[in-house]
């Protein structure tokens, strides 16, 4: 254990040298993305590794603890965000939002027990591993997407405005930002869909509306609302970048809270 939890630390503080960088890069208006970029791909490939011998070791997935479910969702949201780094130029400032999100994730990572529980009955099935990537897809997208928001809001403020100025302006952002989310609710169904496939494997149900099912439903309801409310009512950047925030708060509590509270089958699952 000793030798994958020192890979996984230096896979951090690659993660946290990248993200400074980042945000340095924003403050004093400079342009390192590809040493950024650099940083992020080193930390996660550190991070593949520790995942990798961890699951070699058990013999499960990173699928049960809170330490596990952090992990493996900070490696899933690296490397949705890495893959739109790369390949939207435009918007890679937007890592001055991101990358503080993550590193709040990390902390909590860093201050969880690494220790071993004994895998479920009902999580050996190829559905969890259906479901569950589904789900960090929706989560990355949304994470992106609020990244975007982000910079809209800060631009608002006199010192945000200078921070992002070389940004495309605001609509683009926020057109960029709902085409992630509108990704996120795709992603969303398909993840309850093959959740309800797995609970009738496992339990013999489709759905029970135990708590987490009750708040990825929620989840899925107001990102739907979001995207139909931005298209129908035509709000401006400011506003709709807002419900993107409100929908990923909500998206981070189901994920991150809710199973951890409950008692029921999905009980600290993800």
């Known amino acids: 254990m000793e030798t994958e939890l020192r890979i996984l630390w230096a896979g951090i503080l690659c993660y946290v040298l990248g993200g400074s960088l980042a945000i340095g890069a924003v403050v004093f208006r400079k342009r390192p993305e590809r040493a950024v970029l650099a940083l992020i791909v080193l930390g996660w490939l550190l991070h593949t590794t520790a995942l990798s011998l961890r699951w070699e070791r058990l013999g499960q997935g990173p699928f049960v603890t809170l330490f596990e479910i952090l992990s493996s969702n900070i490696w899933s949201l690296v490397l949705v965000f890495a893959i739109s780094y790369w390949r939207l130029p435009a918007i890679r400032p937007a890592a001055a939002v991101v990358m503080p999100i993550l590193f709040v994730m990390m902390g909590w990572l860093m201050l969880s027990s690494p220790g071993e529980v004994h895998f479920p009955r009902a999580f050996r099935t190829p559905w969890l591993y259906i479901h569950v990537g589904l789900g960090k897809v929706f989560l990355g997208a949304t994470l992106v997407a609020v990244g975007l928001a982000g910079v809209i809001q800060l631009r608002r403020t006199v010192v945000g405005a200078g921070w992002f100025q070389r940004l495309p ?63 129908t009512f035509r709000l401006p950047p400011r506003l709709s970048s807002a419900m993107a925030f409100a929908v990923f708060v909500i998206a981070f509590l189901t994920f991150f809270g809710v199973p951890f509270l409950s008692n029921r089958p999905h009980q600290g699952t993800f």
């Open 169 to 231: 302006d605001d609509r683009r952002l926020d057109e960029l930002a709902y085409r992630y989310m509108a990704m996120g609710l795709i992603f969303n169904g398909l993840m309850l869909v093959a959740g309800a496939i797995w609970a009738q494997d496992a339990w013999g149900r489709y759905w029970a509306w135990d708590p987490l099912e009750t708040w990825a439903f929620i989840t899925w309801l107001l990102l739907a609302v979001a995207l139909h409310v931005r298209v």
